[in-house]
């Protein structure tokens, strides 16, 4: 008896823990928890974001704010104060956002391809510093599932106005080079993934899809030093969602990921913190034996689009929301393609 009065005093404490470092979002209408919910300042400081199970680390939070503007799906679904995140889940209004249904082909060839949408964008510090966003579409064999190419059909950058750049200061810099799309190659072969004993893995279901978040970390104990600047604390989060009872390519529907590491210089006394976000939504996946590549590259100085593809239905278009922060501050590179 005594044993058992103890086990449950123990089981109670350790809940009690977890609960006072942790946040959960769950929405007010389904009661199902809310993935992906950003968590930005009244200045645009971009803090955290919910993972599958809509949990958020208090610690993530720090330092506090009077109020903290929510983002969801690039949406404001919520402006929030410090109070009202006393409790242990709060309960938001979100957004029934529209999602373009996925066309499939049912031809079969010696390609698959997926074409959709995609974001990618860097903040500093936790303020923004560059942004890009653009159809995308990758070419996968359809035997092996291992990404053979990728074509960009249209896209737009975005940096921040800086005129005072010194590579001696972390935060000084526009980091163009972070520009880069999400790597899918693990979509393929989730069934891997999942059994793989390198990354931490958990997986959700809701609304007739299932979500799987892969965790993994890297430069923990040292940092790692070259041509004077020292990286250290890295920790990559990927989120692949698919049709609820598949992992099957053809059932792809989202992918999220987001990078986080610390640098600094070797004449700073301290770290930067750095954290890559990246999107990518299937639109239209089909078969080809000869895939037609195209010319365009992302270049992060230039922009390149003919169709103001950003309004499309479920486009995961975040450059309104930075721009709201951030005002003139945004500088988006001069787009070489021809706007219809």
Do not use: C
């Amino acid at each position: 008896m005594k044993t058992k009065f103890v086990s449950l005093i123990l089981s109670f404490a350790a809940s009690f823990l977890v609960s006072a470092q942790t946040l959960k979002l769950v929405s007010a209408t389904s009661g199902e928890p809310l993935a992906n919910v950003s968590f930005f300042s009244a200045k645009g400081e971009l803090f955290t974001t919910s993972d599958i199970e809509g949990i958020v680390q208090r610690e993530a939070l720090l330092p506090a704010q009077e109020t903290y503007i929510l983002i969801h799906d690039s949406y404001k679904i919520a402006t929030v104060s410090a109070k009202d995140l006393d409790s242990g889940t709060l309960k938001l209004k979100d957004r029934i956002t529209e999602i373009a249904p996925v066309i499939v082909s049912n031809r079969k060839a010696k390609y698959m391809t997926v074409r959709g949408p995609f974001n990618v964008y860097l903040t500093v510090n936790k303020e923004f510093n560059v942004y890009a966003d653009g159809i995308a579409t990758y070419v996968y064999d359809s035997n092996t599932k291992k990404v053979k190419d990728l074509y960009i059909e249209q896209y737009r950058s975005f940096t921040r106005k800086n005129e005072k750049e010194d590579r001696k200061k972390v935060a000084s810099l526009v980091y163009t080079g972070f520009l880069k799309l999400p790597e899918l190659e693990r979509v393929g072969k989730m069934q891997e993934q999942k059994t793989n004993p390198k990354s931490k893995y958990k997986e959700i279901s809701n609304n007739g899809y299932t979500m799987m978040q892969f965790n993994s970390a890297g430069l923990q104990d040292k940092p790692f030093t070259i041509f004077g600047y020292s990286f250290y604390d890295f920790i990559y989060n990927s989120t692949v969602s698919f049709t609820e009872g598949s992992l099957n390519l053809r059932d792809f529907t989202s992918y999220t990921e987001q990078l986080d590491f610390k640098l600094k210089h070797k004449s700073e006394p301290d770290f930067h913190q750095m954290v890559k976000y990246a999107t990518f939504i299937p639109q239209e996946i089909g078969f080809t034996d000869k895939p037609q590549p195209t010319k365009v590259r992302l270049d992060p100085t230039k922009s390149y689009y003919n169709e103001r593809y950003w309004e499309e239905t479920g486009f995961p278009n975040m450059q309104p929301v930075f721009s709201s922060f951030s005002g003139q501050g945004l500088n988006e590179g001069p787009n070489s393609g021809q706007l219809n």
